[in-house]
């Protein structure tokens, strides 16, 4: 992805930065980068963390090289960036308050570089999911407080749980095949859709997230 000036940060650039961590070598760094489940979320979490950690260090700019210091202001960008979206759901001693702060960090972060860069920044789909994402917490807690701003608000009241539980369902019906048809999608989608029904009917029978 392209940050400061342009520059760009990417896998390769990751591998050689991240092992300036102590906890960190180039297996798990390799890890990270590719993991067996592309969806693994704590493993993306991990990431970033490290990309976080990495971006808050000191660094001695006097005897890096300029290629070097491109490469540390864009990292501590790209730090920034991922910290103020991934606090506001994983640091409970957040105030809703200090969430929003992050979240509307987020946004301008990435709306300033989007229109800079556009797709070289991040691909249209995620920057609209993303921005998406942090304009409805802000619209949810507006209502909220129009309703009744006496009431306690999570942004986790904001998540879209049950289409999450819908696709889950859809892919274990399909037998997680990615390359369904438009029928075999319908087929899937409806037979989805009744256990969904059964469940909130008889919850006891749903098992949970683990």
């Not at 889950?168 to 899937?188: P, V």
């Amino acid at each position: 992805m392209k940050l400061v000036n342009g520059h760009t940060i990417n896998s390769a650039v990751l591998i050689c930065y991240l092992s300036w961590l102590p906890d960190q070598n180039e297996a798990s760094i390799l890890k990270l980068l590719n993991p067996d489940d592309p969806q693994d979320v704590p493993c993306t979490i991990e990431l970033m963390q490290a990309i976080i950690t990495l971006s808050q260090n000191e660094f001695d700019t006097a005897i890096m090289s300029v290629g070097e210091c491109a490469d540390i202001a864009a990292i501590k960008v790209l730090g920034a960036i991922l910290e103020s979206i991934l606090l506001p759901f994983i640091d409970i001693m957040l105030s809703l308050h200090q969430q929003v702060t992050h979240l509307s960090c987020y946004a301008h972060l990435t709306f300033t570089f989007f229109r800079l860069y556009h797709s070289a920044f991040m691909p249209h789909v995620l920057y609209y999911d993303s921005q998406t994402m942090a304009k409805n917490a802000c619209f949810c807690i507006a209502k909220q407080q129009k309703l009744n701003g006496s009431q306690k608000f999570w942004l986790i009241q904001t998540g879209d749980d049950c289409l999450e539980k819908l696709f889950g369902i859809t892919r274990m019906r399909g037998q997680h095949n990615s390359a369904m048809n438009y029928s075999q999608a319908l087929d899937c989608i409806s037979d989805a859709k009744d256990i969904d029904i059964v469940f909130k009917k008889h919850p006891d029978l749903e098992s949970g997230s683990q």
